[in-house]
């Protein structure tokens, strides 16, 4: 059985097999859930990121797309990094910040992992609004085969994001 939920939370704390990050493209951290993770992560995190840089990705994560690292002292196996448009730039297309999950979800399912957390990507520093923001991430997760992932859970900072996700999700019954 395939389980999609949404909790109000912190993601730093949310056990599961993979923990998705909203980044930016050098990979080397920032605020919001990105500076979260990395302060809940230790050092391991970054060096892990760096590593990304210096031989996957050189020039950077284009938006859309994800990569996976260790997860440092998180309580994951895996932290799936991945880069959100940014709206505030004018980068307003919804197929990218749907890719954003389809791509999480294309590693999360190649790693194995059983139990994968998101936060609301592009919902902070990125600007998209709450019901965009959770509307693109439930139809882009639902639409995933997600083979072998038994949980996909939503973790939600403050409660209009957790209601607009709850929406979403009642919208698929
Ligand atoms: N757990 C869950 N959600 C959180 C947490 C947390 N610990 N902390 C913040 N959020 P943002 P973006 C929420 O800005 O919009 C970073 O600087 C937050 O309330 O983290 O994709 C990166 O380095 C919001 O609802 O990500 C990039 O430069 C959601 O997570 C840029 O921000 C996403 O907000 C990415 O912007």
Known sequence: MQIMDAVRGDLTTQPADALV??????????????????AAAGPALL????QVRATQWPDGLPVGEAVATPAGLLPARWVIHTVGPNRNRGQVEETQLASCYTRCLDIAVELGARTVAFPAIGA????????TAARVAVLATAAH?????????FVLFNEPLHTAFL????GLI
């Open 47 to 50: 060096e892990a990121c760096r």
């Open 167 to 170: 929406d979403a999700l009642q």
């Open 124 to 131: 902070g520093a990125y600007g998209w609004d709450a019901p």
């Open 21 to 38: 990050n909203a980044a930016n493209s050098t990979l080397l951290g920032g605020g919001g859930v990105d500076g979260a993770l990395h």
């Open 145 to 153: 085969p997600r083979t072998g992932i038994e949980r996909v859970r």
